[in-house]
């Protein structure tokens, strides 16, 4: 069905920049939310961001005023801009899809972000 395909991850500095992009491909629905997870070793997965087919955004406490998520309807993509990067954003970040309520998320397989110096 739905497929998705993270890419964008790797290496970055404290305090530098990354953008992750998410390709869907398949079925698509024109209400989906999409978003970004992410999973440190050890720990759940997290909520990092969600957008809305209407372009509504949901952002983590800890990463509010740093990442931004934005889509463009047209490449069934969504990008997830990081900035002030930070140690404990390392993280597998995972692209999810889903409409709310309706559906259950497909996921991507993820894509490693490293923040160290």
């Known amino acids: 069905q739905v497929q998705l395909v993270e890419s964008g991850g790797g290496l970055v500095q404290p305090g530098g920049s990354l953008r992750l992009s998410c390709a869907a491909s398949?079925?698509?629905?024109?209400?989906?939310?999409m978003g970004w997870y992410r999973q440190a070793p050890g720990k759940e997965r997290e909520l990092v961001a969600t957008i809305t087919s209407g372009g509504s955004t949901n952002y983590a406490d800890s990463v509010k005023g740093r990442f931004t998520i934005s889509r463009e309807n047209a490449k069934n993509t969504v990008y997830l801009q990081m900035t002030s990067l930070k140690l404990e954003d390392t993280a597998v970040y995972y692209c999810?899809?889903?409409?709310?309520?309706?559906?259950?998320?497909?996921w991507g397989k993820g894509t490693p972000v490293t923040v160290s110096s």
């Open positions: 398949g079925w698509m629905s024109n209400i989906n939310t």
């Open positions: 999810t899809s889903y409409i709310p309520g309706i559906t259950g998320n497909y």
